[in-house]
């Protein structure tokens, strides 16, 4: 049998394969210096004069049947007179402090991202503190910074990535929802970090801001942003309105005699859910329960009226839509759904702000679906830089 062209297996530059030595538990390939070019310097490419001479191995993508690879090369230490320092060679396509080649880490860190970290581990046979190291290198070295020229919208929010009330701030482009900026903390230092790092100019281009009603971030972005608009975001507008259902609902079933409370009881996401979704089965018994309770009824309708505010595409007849919302939740006698509109009335023009902006909660909620993911599967972040890395990556991937 002849092979041929047995270069293209390990094309590194600079070198070439002498010898593939296959054994029971894997292949070694061994290579040396191409002698048309030997050793080079790694920063400037210049020949480098054998000062001291050794031999290194790195691991390597593994054989289609799953065995291990390990290429080795010889290292040559010397003195390199244009970089006027001492360096040592290494193939540009082998990390110079990681036993593995960049295509290995970069396999490893495409399957981190499909896969948990300990299932990666296992079958690279490497451990997870190893697979953690590579995908952090990979995605450094593959993820670009953001660039803050051009921002005109931003989307702020607080998200839970621990149990034991750990959050981080995250802030997202409200166009592209690339992930922008990632701290520990809901406070509006937070933000402020952010804001610093923008120019005057950049800061002045950012025209509208969507955040959460309840979050400590609206006085930084008054401050620090004197062109935008804060518009609260939709996904926490209907939050805020599902969360004042629920409080009907539980109040209701304390004051519910046996028989109506079992008719209410564990029905919450029956009634906070998308009609729309509902099976028959769910849309009867969704009806028996409007039926029997006429508080729980009244805080339905409220909550698909205001589900029918987002359909408005002037900012006039969103105005108008709201305000007759506010009143029907006034009168409905509901004190959540007072306290809302009461809010609401207030703060009209930030309610009605999705309109103008065409700030939609599309991203942020698919932001946080992400996020959720990404937790679920390394089972809780210990490491918020692996974190951000991780959610930039996607953000911009996306
Ligand atoms: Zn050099």
């Not at 990535?161 to 009330?165: A, I, L, N």
């Not at 409200?174 to 992930?179: D, F, I, R």
């Not at 987002?310 to 595409?313: A, I």
């Given at each position: 049998m002849k092979v041929r062209n047995i270069k293209a297996l390990v094309p590194f530059k600079g070198y070439v394969v002498t010898e593939i030595r296959f054994e029971e538990i894997g292949a070694q390939i061994n290579l040396d210096f191409d002698k048309r070019s030997g050793p080079r310097c790694p920063h400037c490419e210049e020949k480098l004069p054998r000062n001291k001479v050794g031999r290194r191995a790195v691991m390597d993508c593994p054989m289609p049947h799953g065995s291990i690879v390990y290429l080795t090369f010889p290292t040559v230490q010397g003195f390199c007179r244009s970089c006027d320092r001492y360096a040592t060679t290494c193939p540009?396509?082998?990390?110079?402090?990681?036993?593995?080649?960049w295509r290995l880490m970069r396999l490893v860190s495409s399957w981190a991202a499909l896969a948990t970290n300990s299932e990666v581990a296992t079958m690279f046979e490497i451990s997870d503190a190893t697979v953690r190291r590579y995908d952090k290198i990979v995605l450094e070295a593959d993820t670009p910074p953001?660039?803050?020229?051009?921002?005109?919208k931003l989307l702020i929010d607080e998200k839970s990535?621990?149990?034991?009330?750990c959050y981080v701030t995250i802030i997202l482009d409200?166009?592209?929802?690339?992930?922008l900026h990632m701290r520990e903390g809901r406070k509006k230092e937070c933000v402020e970090s952010f804001f610093e790092r923008l120019t005057e100019e950049q800061r002045a281009g950012i025209t509208a801001v969507g955040i959460?009603?309840?979050?400590?971030?609206q006085a930084a972005v008054e401050a620090w942003l004197p062109n935008a608009d804060i518009v609260y975001d939709r996904f926490h507008l209907v939050m805020n309105v599902n969360q004042a259902v629920d409080e009907v609902r539980r109040s209701q079933c304390r004051r519910a005699g046996t028989e109506e409370r079992q008719l209410i009881k564990g029905q919450r996401y029956l009634i906070?859910?998308?009609?729309?979704?509902?099976d028959a089965d769910g849309r009867g018994k969704l009806d028996l329960l409007l039926e029997a309770n006429e508080a729980i009824s009244t805080a339905y309708i409220l909550k698909e009226q205001f589900r029918a505010l987002?359909?408005?595409?002037r900012q006039g007849w969103a105005r108008r839509a709201l305000a007759n919302w506010c009143e029907l939740a006034h009168a409905s006698g509901l004190a959540p759904f007072q306290r809302l509109a009461r809010s609401f009335t207030r703060h009209c023009e930030r309610v009605c702000g999705f309109v103008k902006h065409?700030?939609?909660?599309g991203l942020i909620e698919g932001f946080n679906n992400l996020v959720s993911r990404m937790i679920h599967k390394a089972c809780g972040y210990r490491d918020l830089d692996y974190l951000e890395l991780k959610l930039r990556h996607h953000s911009v991937m996306r």
């Open positions: 540009r396509e082998v990390h110079p402090d990681c036993q593995a080649t953001p660039c803050l020229d051009g921002l005109t990535v621990r149990k034991g009330h409200g166009e592209t929802g690339e992930l959460d009603r309840s979050g400590a971030y906070l859910g998308n009609h729309e979704n509902l987002f359909n408005y595409r065409g700030l939609t909660s």
